[in-house]
């Protein structure tokens, strides 16, 4: 059973407009939320994070939504860029953990 | 932003024979490293996660007697895959962190390997 789930394996958006990227989690306990952005060849590195505390965090052109009621998390990015294309990962853990559970990731391609 | 180094990226052995997988945190010590699988076009299974200086922790349904993992120090982690099997052909990667609550992870950048 998929703890974390991103439904849209991948996703097309036009430079300059928004990519907005989804994630759904069914475990209640998780407090802690990563995103991850991982180019071919190449391990996955940190892009934000949102704790259970707040509903958005902010960082630059990405910004993360957190709606608990609906265990449902999004990332913004404004505006989208040819360099944002890779597959992006949504991560959860339990009790501010590093043992990440990982959605299965969505590609961004950012046309220009 | 802290470095973590995974060794070899690509490694391709004939069936039987012992793979061993090196991830090593350059620029920070790292008290748990976690090892993951992936298969193409699904998420990243987390396989164990380990303590320096102590045994690692299986998930379920991931044989401990096959992969094999060594937190022998700070700074490195080994994973090491005995008597391949084509089955056992996958992605796998390798995360660190200092351990405190709340902190990101630093990846590896992965090894593919394929067994014939």
């Known amino acids: 059973d998929q703890q974390v789930k991103q439904n849209s394996p991948s996703l097309s958006v036009q430079e300059g407009r928004i990519s907005i990227l989804n994630c759904d989690y069914t475990?209640?306990?998780?407090?802690?939320f990563l995103w991850y952005k991982k180019y071919p060849a190449e391990g996955p590195t940190f892009l934000i994070s949102i704790s259970s505390i707040k509903d958005k965090n902010e960082d630059g052109r990405f910004t993360v939504f957190l709606n608990k009621s609906a265990k449902h998390l999004s990332l913004h990015i404004v505006p989208s860029q040819p360099g944002d294309s890779a597959v992006y990962f949504c991560?959860?853990?339990?009790?501010?953990?590093?043992?990440?559970?990982f959605g299965p990731g969505t590609r961004l391609s950012v046309l220009p | 932003g802290a470095v973590v180094s995974q060794h070899p990226s690509r490694v391709i052995c004939k069936s039987g024979t012992s793979v061993k997988i090196e991830c090593r945190s350059l620029?920070?010590?790292?008290?748990?490293m976690f090892w993951y699988r992936q298969f193409p076009k699904k998420s990243l299974m987390l396989m164990a996660t380990?303590?320096?200086?102590?045994?690692?922790?299986?998930e379920q349904g991931v044989e401990k007697d096959k992969f094999l993992i060594n937190h022998a120090s700070l700074t490195l982690s080994t994973l090491t895959v005995t008597s391949a099997h084509p089955e056992d052909s996958s992605f796998y990667i390798c995360?660190?962190?200092?351990?405190?609550?709340?902190?990101?992870?630093?990846f590896g950048s992965g090894t593919q390997l394929s067994v014939l």
């Open positions: 991560a959860a853990s339990e009790n501010y953990g590093q043992n990440f559970v």
């Open positions: 995360s660190a962190g200092a351990g405190r609550v709340g902190e990101k992870l630093f």
């Open positions: 475990n209640s306990m998780f407090d802690y």
């Open positions: 380990s303590n320096e200086g102590s045994k690692a922790t299986y």
């Open positions: 620029d920070f010590q790292a008290t748990t």
